[in-house]
């Protein structure tokens, strides 16, 4: 490869990893200003959970077939409109006026993401071949991880600074930024195979994750046997039955199905299931109890997240290395227990405690979600066979990235209720409006629910919070040693020689 050519290249990678930075910062600032968003536009608390779950349920849901359009239409054609409608978005969420407005912008940004991770992504594996793409793809995890260490530290900073809405400029600017790197030097690739997106099977998922979100969200307020919320339910199961019928039977299925009967496929699967439920649902509901309920600026909440978030620029790495002379299913196994560990411990703090008694459970739930969390994009590709290593990537980054928005949803569904029957036992009678109230505590937002309920005690808020908070820990602990058993299972036979070769790649 030639100087310009390697230059040229570098660029490239340079762009997409600047898209790669700017979406996981696009997730969490979102998590760190919801209070302030709260406090300026107003909104319910179903309306500013969407802020988070809108972003994280098209992005997830249309990954897949944004690859495949990317594959048709070109790489480079839909890396360009994905960034493009990237920056516009977050531009124009910097001027939204209301939460509803903010929340549909959200939903729109997730679709650009998706647009431009999946034919980024793709664009970077024609770019290099061989150790170099191993490295790229290396480089473009690490700048993942850095956005997830850093981002509600420099939300935090510009939301003191600027407000709240100099968040979603900063992302626009990264977004502008990634064009002007990478478009006048990419070129452009297409799948002379690719025979189009699979719409059926596209919508049909689609509309499954997203009754099902709005449904667990929309429980707890609702309420569980209300008409709305059985009937969005159901409306899921019904996708979900129609998704896999019409993935058995189109020829080039968006999810090839049959790739669940190898079990070490399975096993992989699980691993993003569980750093979602051990780390990835802190990163969201960590800050609104930093700001809303322990009192911190939203600076402080973000320094306070680096001790949960740090150790993922290190332990990745780690972890590959690790993986020349251990299995990596017993690494990531592992590294649950070590997560479950550390969740107990959080759970275990008095309410009393410091923000410095907190960092080093955080510090153990960061270090042990960090060994699968470098594992497993590598393993997604080497257990099944090199032919089909493609549609076992664009299945895995799916179930990790949607597996997010309904992890988001479940756990944010958790917390309201549990905070409901708490309320409902610390006070004498009804109160009208109760399920509103226990949504406004588990945001987050005690000052809009003292003034809904003025007749309940801040203490009792708070300490609804606190106690439901513990018991979600318990549950987020249980969820996790059950991910370690589940992948002990699955991943801890000795791995293929295909899989040795490809763990070897990553520690390099």
């Known amino acids: 490869m030639s100087t310009a050519n390697s230059r040229g290249s570098l660029m490239i990678l340079a762009s997409i990893c600047l898209a790669a930075l700017v979406l996981p910062m ?167 195979n690719a025979t189009g997106l699979d719409w059926p099977g ?136 070590i997560a479950a560990v550390g969740l107990q411990w959080f759970s275990r703090l008095d309410s009393a405690a410091s923000g410095t008694e907190m960092i080093l459970p955080m510090l153990l739930i960061g270090v042990g979600a960090g060994l699968p969390w470098g594992l497993m994009d590598g393993l997604a590709i080497s257990v099944v066979p090199k032919e089909r290593a493609g549609m076992a990537t664009g299945i895995f980054n799916t179930a990790r990235v949607a597996g997010e928005g309904v992890a988001l949803a479940i756990v944010s569904a958790i917390l309201a209720s549990l905070t409901q029957v708490y309320l409902l036992g610390a006070v004498d009678g009804d109160i009208a409006g109760l399920a509103g109230v226990a949504q406004q505590v588990a945001a987050g937002e005690l000052v809009r629910a003292a003034t809904l309920v003025p007749e309940i005690p801040r203490a009792i808020l708070v300490a609804s919070y606190l106690e439901s908070f513990d018991v979600l820990l318990h549950i987020l602990t249980g969820i996790t040693l059950l991910s370690a058993l589940a992948v002990f299972g699955f991943l801890s036979r000795p791995a293929p020689v295909s899989e040795a070769s490809a763990s070897l790649d990553l520690s390099r």
């Not at 969407?50 to 990317?70: D, E, P, Q, V, Y």
């Open 202 to 337: 596209t919508l049909t998922f689609t509309g499954t994750l997203a009754c099902f979100t709005f449904g667990v969200i929309q429980g707890p307020e609702s309420g569980w046997d209300s008409p709305l919320v059985v009937g969005l339910l159901l409306a899921s199961a019904a996708l979900l039955v129609s998704f896999i019928k019409v993935e058995n039977r189109v020829a080039r299925p968006m999810l090839d199905l049959s790739l669940f009967r190898i079990p070490r496929f399975v096993g992989v699967q699980l691993l993003p299931i569980g750093t979602c439920y051990c780390y990835i649902v802190l990163v969201v509901i960590l800050p609104l109890r930093f700001i809303g309920v322990e009192g911190m600026s939203e600076i402080e909440a973000g320094w306070m997240l680096l001790a949960l978030s740090a150790p993922m620029l290190v332990v990745p790495i780690l972890a590959a290395t690790l993986a020349r002379w251990i299995s990596p299913g017993l690494l990531s196994g592992v590294g649950f227990v």
């Open 26 to 192: 696009s997730f969490t600032g979102g998590a760190v200003a919801r209070p302030a968003i709260g406090h300026e536009l107003g909104g319910s608390a179903v309306q500013l959970t969407w802020i988070t779950n809108a972003f994280m349920l098209t992005f997830g849901s249309l990954l897949m077939a944004a690859g495949a359009l990317a594959d048709q239409y070109g790489r480079k054609r839909l890396f360009c409109i994905g960034t493009a409608l990237f920056t516009v978005t977050s531009f124009a969420q910097g001027f939204a006026p209301s939460v509803l407005t903010l929340d549909l912008l959200r939903a729109l940004q997730g679709v650009a993401g998706a647009a431009a991770l999946a034919s980024g992504s793709a664009a970077l594996a024609q770019e290099f071949e061989g150790h170099a793409q191993t490295r790229a793809f290396s480089m473009l995890g690490t700048t993942f991880g850095i956005g997830l260490a850093f981002g509600p530290l420099v939300s935090g900073l510009l939301i003191e600074s600027l407000g709240w809405r100099s968040i979603f400029f900063a992302t626009a600017a990264l977004g502008a930024l990634s064009m002007i790197f990478g478009l006048p030097r990419m070129r452009e690739t297409r799948d002379p």
